[in-house]
């Protein structure tokens, strides 16, 4: 039998709690703040584990947390709350949380989080950074059962120093996961440098990230790369399915001994900083499509963060939608009535997440009346690259064109009387005629849409991305810097 705390003011709540508990034979005591369970420390009985919520009658749950852990440095803490957020997340973990849980909780899982809690109450938890002085960042938001779980993820990842690979579709804010991660972590003094690839300059990219050294008699010229600038600090690489096999290899070999080589130097230089990455793909999206190196896929797949769409946490909309507009320099002032929210909220947001519903918002504050954004200011949901998604007249308009252009070929085939189409014989090109006038644009559209990352635009083409690299070659098409 083990003793177990319960702090909340919540009666129903700790009746749960301490019913099953009990259940279970342990020893329940129920306070409804944090003072008298901690003057009670030392008096005989102590806790073998606290059940904590962060929200009290005086005291809050993370002064309660660090003056708990004060006492009794081995004491498992389970945090509760129902306000969850970021720095909520970072704080608990950070001031050695054994698990935080949101609720409302399934109470089967608290119960088997507090049955690993015990487990492990003798075990100390590892602290490897302070979060005195940190403050909600307000880049990530969202009070949903996804973005919680995010939030414990990003907390937890930055108390290690392991590599993280974050995934994420278009937009959702994998940059600005790194960016906290570095952030709460025990780097946050050093550099974060983001390395973005999305070309296929693929030698640039080494110079880039590695440093370059090239010697030509008289004239020595040195570049300083990513990972020498951000000594001690955290190195972000964008998209790392666009990264050519070559480069791929260096960078595991990085990563599994700590040491690179500058471009055109044989000698070894130590790798001092941390290395995140995210993908548009899932791993395994990229391991099937032979876009990663298995072995660097292996080392990627140790610690993963996949980011939830929009769709899959519409409920943080308002929140997100009151955030921008107040944040925003073109926007302070702009309000917004209750029917364009729920307008925004059916919309399924499948080009660009956040980034899309920011841009929305954007457009819609210049052409309120009156300053305020009604359901018939906002922009047409976009299903593809603009193209409105009901009754499109872009979409009418390039069926037109097509019609337009075939009756124009057909009739110049008309003309050199080859009517007949066993008389056409190697003559009958027009669906590759036509492929040659269509697919440029649609590719250089994609490629311009996605900033030049082959990796998205194979993907949302529905392409391999090697079949997309040959057709760019055929139509001569530069991905862009």
């Given amino acids: 039998m083990s003793t177990v705390w319960i702090i909340d003011d919540e009666p129903a709540i700790c009746w749960a709690l301490r019913k099953n508990l009990e259940v279970e034979k342990h020893d ?11 003057a009670a420390i030392g008096r005989g009985g102590d806790p073998d584990l606290v059940l904590l919520d962060v929200r ?8 309660a947390l660090s003056a708990f852990k004060e006492r009794i440095p081995q004491l498992p803490v389970i945090i509760m709350t129902a306000f969850g957020d970021l720095e909520t997340a970072v704080n608990a973990v950070q001031g050695k949380a054994f698990e935080y849980l949101t609720k409302p909780f399934d109470l089967e899982e608290a119960l088997q989080t507090v049955r690993r809690g015990l487990y492990q109450s003798q075990l100390q938890i590892a602290s490897t950074s302070d979060s005195t002085g940190v403050t909600r960042s307000g880049l990530l938001l969202g009070q949903s059962q996804a973005m919680q779980a995010i939030y414990k993820q990003i907390a937890i990842a930055a108390k290690t120093d392991s590599t993280v690979l974050i995934e994420g579709e278009q937009g959702t804010g994998k940059s600005l996961v790194a960016a906290m991660i570095h952030r709460f972590s025990s780097r946050q003094a050093s550099p974060f440098l983001p390395a973005l690839t999305m070309t296929d300059r693929d030698l640039d990219f080494d110079a880039e990230l590695f440093g370059e050294r090239n010697s030509d008699r008289s004239v020595t010229l040195t570049r300083t790369g990513l990972l020498e600038l951000a000594a001690g600090g955290t190195v972000l690489i964008e998209e790392i399915g666009n990264l050519a096999p070559a480069t791929q290899a260096k960078l595991l070999r990085a990563l599994e001994t700590r040491e690179y080589y500058v471009v055109g130097n044989s000698e070894a230089k130590a790798l001092s900083c941390r290395m995140l990455f995210t993908t548009t793909l899932e791993l395994e999206r990229l391991i099937d499509d032979k876009e990663i190196d298995s072995r660097l896929a292996s080392q990627l797949g140790v610690h993963r963060i996949h980011l939830p769409s929009l769709r899959e946490h519409r409920e943080d909309i308002p929140e997100m939608v009151t955030s921008f507009l107040m944040a925003h320099p073109n926007m302070r002032g702009i309000k917004i009535t209750d029917r364009a929210i729920q307008e925004l909220q059916q919309r399924d947001w499948m080009i660009g997440n956040v980034r899309e519903l920011k841009q929305a918002l ?8 009156g ?3 009604q359901v018939e200011d906002l922009p047409e949901e976009r299903n593809d690259f603009g193209m409105r998604q009901h009754g499109s007249t872009r979409q009418g308009q390039l ?12 009739a110049a085939t008309a003309s050199e009387k080859t009517l007949n189409p ?12 036509c492929l040659t006038v269509v697919e440029p644009p649609l590719l250089r559209s994609v490629l311009e849409y ?8 194979a993907s949302h083409l529905g392409l391999h991305r090697s079949t997309l690299r040959q057709k760019m070659k055929r139509y001569d098409i530069d991905p862009g810097p």
């Avoid at 066993?422 to 005629?433: A, M, R």
């Fill in 28 to 38: 329940v005591h129920v306070y409804s703040s944090a003072e008298p369970a901690i």
């Fill in 362 to 369: 954007e457009k819609s504050a210049i052409v309120a009346t």
């Fill in 371 to 373: 300053g305020v954004i």
């Fill in 422 to 433: 066993s008389d056409l014989g190697t003559t009958g090109i027009l669906y590759d005629d």
């Fill in 450 to 457: 996605y900033h030049g990352n082959r990796v998205a635009a």
């Fill in 399 to 410: 069926e037109e064109a097509v019609r337009s252009w075939v009756a124009e070929r057909l």
């Fill in 56 to 63: 009290l009658p005086g005291m809050d749950g993370l002064k």
